[in-house]
Each structure stands twice: as C-alpha cells, then as structure tokens.
T-cell receptor, first 108, second 115 residues
C-alpha cells in the first residue's frame, strides 16, 4: 500500500463547477500537507500548504485536512478552464511523499 | 517561473551513456532536493542537500546515480551507464527552512529519454 493514495481521476467538469480533489494517507505522524498544480511538461507549483488539521482558504481554493480520518481535500470554487491541470497532494514538508495526481479538465 | 532553473530541459541519450543535469536553486535557499517523476506518477524523492552536505539518499538512487552540491549553490545529478528505465522527468526543488516551516519551489524539470 502506498503512503499516499489519491483519487485517480481523470475529472472533467463544466466551467463554474465546484471541484473536489481527495487524498488519503497512512502515517499519522505527518503534520504538513500540500497541494501542487502541475501543467503538462512543467514542474509542480505549490498551491496550498497546511499544517495539522483544519481548513485553509486562498481565493477560490480551500484545503481541508482531517487528521483523524487521514484524509485531505482540495476544493476549487468557480472552476475556470485555466484550472485544467494535474493536481498533486503531498505529505510532509521537505522530503515530500506525493500522490500520483488527479488530472482535471474544466470545459468552457 | 519559480526562480529554480534546470538544464538541459530535454536530453536524449543512448543506453549506456552518462548524463549530467544541473539545478540552480533560489539563491538564499539552503535545501535542495532531487525528485524523479514518470508518466502518470507523482514525483519520487531521490536525495537532498542541506547547504553542501548530502543528508539523505533514497533506495531508488542506485549506485549509478550521484549528486553533488559544491559550495552549497548549484547541484548536479549524474547518471552513469544509463538504462531505458531511467527515462523520466528529473525535478529539482529548493527550499528555505525557517523553524519548522519549509516550502519547496520546483524547477521546470529535465526530461530524459534513454533509447
């Protein structure tokens, strides 16, 4: 079993939809949780960085961490075609462990 | 552009050849990481440096791989006697550690194809 499991997708939604992206992890010692966005043939770009449990909001993006369930989520409100990319969850700062990504397509 | 640069961006080589990649991190960042990413997978940790010291190497890093970070600035990743299974995107990331906070910034990657 992988340390981080990510809903594989792909996901296709109409513009303006609310998107939910999810990961589970196995090691309860993890404290830092990140979401990255990766466009095709580019390096990952940090979107959200969360420490411990709770919610964090940044514009249209909300990251949610539930340590009791070992479950993390990223919500995208009012999705735009420019949000079309692969989204990677990552656990632990520094030497991070990544999920395999969910590819999102937002159709105009 | 995150400020982390990698060269070359693409490399095609024949099996058995040696290749070297370079990463230039954000100048004030003290940590530098190398990851490998294959199609449909997330990045996998290979090794990292704190300044010039290589602190950890993954089991993924066979003895054909070597990384250096002389003077704690740029880093190189060399693969000797390349194999087709080495074909992947090699990503570099740098970070500044402040207390228990650390944020990584990734470069654009070097895409390696071994024929």
């Amino acid at each position: 079993q992988k340390e981080v499991e990510q809903d594989p997708g792909p996901l296709s939604v109409p513009e303006g939809a609310i998107v939910s992206l999810n990961c589970t992890y196995s090691n309860s010692a993890f404290q830092y949780f990140m979401w990255y966005r990766q466009y095709s043939r580019k390096g990952p770009e940090l979107l959200m960085y969360t420490y411990s449990s709770g919610n964090k909001e940044d514009g249209r993006f909300t990251a949610q961490v539930d340590k009791s369930s070992k479950y993390i989520s990223l919500f995208i409100r009012d999705s735009q075609p420019s949000d079309s990319a692969t989204y990677l969850c990552a656990i632990d700062a520094g030497k991070s462990t990544f999920g395999d990504g969910t590819t999102l397509t937002v159709k105009p | 552009d995150t400020g982390v640069s990698q060269n070359p961006r693409h490399k095609i080589t024949k099996r058995g050849q040696n290749v070297t990649f370079r990463c230039d991190p954000i100048s004030e960042h003290n940590r530098l990481y190398w990851y490998r990413q294959t199609l449909g997978q997330g990045p996998e940790f290979l090794t990292y440096f704190q300044n010039e010291a290589q602190l950890e190497k993954s089991r993924l890093l066979s003895d054909r791989f070597s990384a250096e970070r002389p003077k704690g600035s740029f880093s190189t990743l060399e693969i000797q006697r390349t194999e087709q299974g080495d074909s992947a995107m090699y990503l570099c990331a740098s970070s500044l550690v402040m207390g228990d906070q650390e944020t990584q910034y990734f470069g654009p990657g070097t895409r390696l194809l071994v024929l």
